[in-house]
């Protein structure tokens, strides 16, 4: 009821700010996100192939 009160230029202008700010924070969290995800994941393998040497190792197989 009251949003009928607010013009509809200030209405475009607060939707053109929320766009070109709240698109860029979502991208951001996004990538963000995923490159957690990658180092996360690099980390885990890693750690595996780690095991994976040491256990071959001990096992006096190489």
Known sequence: MSL????????????????LVGVP??????????????QYDGERYLEDLD???GSMRDDGSR
């Open 4 to 19: 009928a009160l607010v013009s509809t230029e200030l209405l475009t202008v607060i939707g053109i700010l929320v766009l």
């Open 25 to 38: 924070l979502f991208v951001v969290a996004v990538i963000a996100v995923f490159s957690a995800y990658v």
């Open 51 to 53: 095991a994976d040497e």
